[in-house]
């Protein structure tokens, strides 16, 4: 099991990292700014990096880091409820971003998903370890 779950740490780093460098096409992607400037500033980008940065740092060592782990889950809970807020509350028009950019409007669409699925694996890593 445990060799399952350090690869899905590397796995939620690397889609951390990746992601933000891929759809912020290197941090030139202003689309992602002006659609959603509270989350995904360039600032906010930054910082999933440095989450998934720490999501990598922790992967062989997920056993002895419970409560960290929890607040990995906490924090994916967080970016959830913004993609549920930005989907339902804000309510963008995607065929038209999908006209300006296909590449957002892919982001805008999966990165809640994205991270639901993320946030369920740490809290099943965090009931494994939890002291």
């Known amino acids: 099991m445990k060799q399952y779950l350090t690869f899905g740490f590397l796995l939620a780093g690397f889609a951390n990292i990746l992601g933000v460098l891929g759809f912020s096409l290197g941090f030139q992607n202003e689309l992602l700014n002006s659609y959603y400037p509270a ?19 922790v992967s062989t060592e997920h ?21 549920v807020y930005f989907w339902f509350v804000m309510k963008p028009d995607f065929m038209m ?35």
């Not at 989350?39 to 740092?57: H, K, P, T």
């Not at 056993?63 to 993609?83: C, D, H, N």
């Open 63 to 83: 056993p002895r880091a419970s409560r960290l782990i929890f607040v990995f889950f906490l924090e994916k809970m967080v970016y959830v409820g913004t993609a």
């Open 39 to 57: 989350v995904f500033s360039n600032f906010g980008l930054g910082m999933i990096i440095v989450w998934g940065m720490a999501y990598i740092a």
């Open 97 to 131: 971003m999908w006209e300006e950019s296909v590449l957002t409007t892919l982001f805008f669409i999966i990165y809640g998903i994205n991270d639901l699925v993320f946030g369920l694996m740490f809290f099943y890593a965090w009931l494994q370890y939890r002291k």
